[in-house]
Every structure is written in structure tokens, then in C-alpha cells.
């Protein structure tokens, strides 16, 4: 009984007229080096990220709604974003309403926000 690999099945036959093949999932490869050292060092790195960019509780514009700076994908930006409360919790939390802002249209923002005063 010949065993051949075709794309991620091994198929084998019998060795007969050729009409007969029986296809399984080949085995996967074991990754080379340890997957636990390697989550660990993740972590890790994690965990010394995460103390030097601690994030910020977020500066209070009104009862629900607060900012603060946040970093997504290794870039920053400014976060103005709606909250919520529910009781016994530990803390506010943010919903999915609110705004991210990279620095150049924060600082259009700002400009914007200038004028607007200004016009008041």
C-alpha cells in the first residue's frame, strides 16, 4: 500500500487497478521550538507593555461621556467615547459609541473647535 501527499490529505492505495484510493487528513508538523516558552515570553513582554503604557482613566466631560488616549496596532489616538455604569461593577465601561482620533485630526479638531468658540 503506497502513501502519496496531495495538498493537506494523504491518500492511500492498495496497490490494486488503481480505482480504489482512500483520502484522510494528513498529520499536522509539530512547530518547531516550545509553544508554552513561547507563550511565555509573550506574556511576558505583555505584561512589561502593559506597566510602562498603563492605561488612563479617562478625563470627564460629562457623566457618560469621557476621553482618553488608548493605542490600537501600535499607533495612538485620542479617544472620546460614551460609558456606562452597572451597579456592583468595579467602574465605568466604554461602549461602542464614541470616536478615535489619530494626533492630525485631533489637532483639526482642535482648530475646528477654536473657531467654534470663537463664533459663540
Avoid: H
Avoid at 516550545?34 to 478625563?59: F, I, R, T
Avoid at 485620542?78 to 494626533?103: C, E, F, H, M, Q
Wanted: charged share 40%; net charge neutral.
Amino acid at each position: 500500500m503506497a502513501k502519496k501527499k496531495r495538498d493537506d490529505f494523504v491518500v492511500d492505495s492498495d496497490g490494486g487497478d488503481g480505482d480504489e484510493e482512500e483520502r484522510t487528513p494528513a498529520k499536522k508538523k509539530a512547530a518547531s521550538g516550545s509553544s508554552a516558552a513561547k507563550q511565555a515570553s509573550k506574556v511576558s513582554a505583555g505584561a512589561a507593555a502593559a506597566d510602562k503604557d498603563k492605561p488612563q482613566p479617562p478625563v470627564w466631560l460629562s457623566e457618560t461621556k469621557g476621553f482618553t488616549i488608548s493605542e490600537f496596532k501600535g499607533q495612538r489616538y485620542a479617544d472620546i467615547r460614551v460609558y456606562y455604569n452597572i451597579d456592583g461593577d468595579d467602574g465605568p465601561k466604554p461602549t461602542k459609541k464614541g470616536i478615535s482620533l489619530k494626533k492630525e485630526e485631533l489637532v483639526k479638531l482642535k482648530d475646528a473647535i477654536d473657531e467654534m468658540i470663537a463664533a459663540l
